[in-house]
């Protein structure tokens, strides 16, 4: 399934999971839950956030925090269309200035070139590109993370929470030529046909929407230059705050945590958070840690969560924490517990 002809138009958002979101997007899974009878306390248990937060429209949450949240909600609903439906409600204003800037923009283009510039203060947990080959137009979405248990939930969640935003936009449905989606086909696939309103695949190379090239020219129906120039002015200052909270380990702790491509060194650590080694070291030390002493807790924990809670061999688990040597990992681990991998797997059955 690749696009044949010639690239006109070829965009794409920074591939960088924001640190921190609005907890609107929180709000928007706790209005969901409470109208089918789930208690906000029972939602957010575990999480870190109290049902007063909710309140507090100027609050960040984790990555951490939110998919604590989504997993917690997909265990009590017991329904396994969730995350469609969950999708709905997340219209464009649910990313609060931003949906604001995007809907001054003068075209869809405008608009979209916009969210991928201040990605990081959207909901999202995917990066996107946009590509042209007339006369159609394909977004493509991938995941920033290995989402694990919810991944079909999170995936579903946010692809339908996009065409109800790029609807939003234009001012009527955005009526897509076909959906592609990089996951089995679940058995309620005609759901699917029911939401997009296309042709839809499963188990393709990646998540796709495509769509007729005509729409980014569209003129939006709030388009309006002086407030799409204020409302930027406002999401860069949105930015700066984003970036001035949260410790430096907290930073390091979630470029670790949030790699899809295995354990970071402390080299490429520094080149993602644009510091030099020797800085990150000395603001490191000022919080009485280290990149060592971080990257040996989020293993303990990574180690231990897998060998409770999954049959993957100890053999896996060594590589995918960034053990090249087993014997190392057994070291490691014996350090940390007292025991082996493999007694300790056994003490937890």
């Not at 070829?10 to 709000?27: C, E, F, G, H, K």
């Not at 490191?284 to 060998?307: D, H, W």
Request: proline letters at 5%; aromatic letters at 10%; one cysteine or more.
């Amino acid at each position: 399934m690749k696009n044949p002809g010639p690239v006109r138009i070829n965009i794409a958002s920074r591939p960088s999971l924001p640190m921190y979101r609005s907890i609107n997007s929180i709000d928007i899974l706790a209005r969901y839950a409470a109208g089918r009878g789930i208690d906000v306390e029972k939602l957010l248990a575990g999480s870190g956030i109290k049902p007063r937060d909710l309140d507090d429209s100027e609050m960040f949450v984790s990555p951490k925090q939110e998919l604590s949240v989504m997993r917690r909600l997909a265990e009590l609903v017991s329904d396994p269309e969730a995350g469609l439906k969950t999708g709905e409600h997340y219209h464009i204003t649910a990313h609060g200035v931003l949906g604001n800037a995007s809907m001054c923009c003068e075209t869809f283009l405008d608009a979209i070139r916009l969210m991928f510039s201040f990605i990081e203060l959207t909901l999202t947990y995917f990066s996107y590109e946009l590509s042209v080959v007339e006369p159609l137009a394909y977004v493509t979405m991938k995941e920033l993370i290995d989402l694990k248990d919810i991944r079909r939930f999170i995936c579903e969640r946010e692809f339908v929470s996009v065409l109800r935003m790029m609807s939003d936009l234009i001012g009527e449905p955005l009526m897509l030529k076909e959906a592609r989606f990089a996951y089995p086909r679940p058995e309620y696939a005609s759901s699917y046909r029911d939401t997009f309103k296309c042709p839809v695949f499963f188990n393709t190379d990646e998540h796709v929407f495509i769509f007729d090239s005509r729409y980014l020219s569209k003129y939006l129906p709030m388009a309006n230059r002086l407030s799409k120039d204020k409302y930027e002015r406002e999401c860069r200052e949105l930015i700066l705050r984003m970036k001035k909270s949260g410790t430096t380990s907290e930073k390091v702790r979630q470029l670790i945590l949030y790699q899809k491509e295995g354990i970071p060194t402390f080299q490429q650590v520094t080149r993602r958070m644009n510091v030099s080694p020797r800085t990150l070291h000395r603001r490191l030390s000022v919080e009485g840690t280290s990149y060592k002493e971080i990257l040996a807790e989020i293993r303990k924990t990574k180690a231990i969560e897998q060998l409770t809670e999954t049959s993957t061999p100890v053999e896996s688990i060594a590589m995918d924490l960034g053990y090249s040597d087993v014997a190392n990992f057994y070291h490691a681990f014996k350090s940390w517990t007292g025991t082996t991998p493999i007694s300790y797997r056994k003490k937890s059955l």
